[in-house]
């Protein structure tokens, strides 16, 4: 699939915004998580927000080292279940994670954390 979005930066920063908080709710995560379309315009609103502000304004807004506890089980629980799901190997948990909290960069703390409570 290809997507080309034609934005300003702060149109392309309330979008990942809006995908960051769908990502990390609950009720909404169902709906996102997974979805190539929705998936394939999450990396489209990232390359074009980098392009335009730059990989250290992307950091300063969407950079995570911290989690609820909540939200950390939320993560591990999807890597889980995609795993068990797909028969992907333990391996690919890291990449998933990725897939999955984007457009949040997680600290390399944090992925350690979630990935230590994924069971598969």
Do not use: H
């Not at 990942?16 to 190539?36: I, S």
């Not at 730059?54 to 939200?71: C, I, K, N």
């Not at 890291?94 to 999955?100: A, C, F, V």
């Amino acid at each position: 699939m290809e997507v080309t979005i034609s934005a300003s930066a702060l149109e392309l920063r309330q979008l990942l915004t809006a995908f960051l908080v769908a990502k990390f709710c609950p009720d909404e995560r169902q709906l996102v998580l997974g979805n190539p379309p929705f998936e394939a315009i999450v990396q489209e609103a990232l390359a074009q927000f980098i392009k335009l502000e730059g990989d250290e304004e992307f950091r300063r807004l969407f950079e995570r080292s911290y989690l609820e506890d909540q939200e950390i089980n939320l993560l591990a629980s999807q890597v889980s279940d995609i795993l068990s799901g797909t028969g992907l190997d333990r391996k690919d948990a890291g990449e998933l994670l990725e897939q999955i909290s984007a457009p949040a960069l997680l600290s390399v703390a944090l992925k350690n954390t979630i990935l230590g409570r994924v069971e598969v």
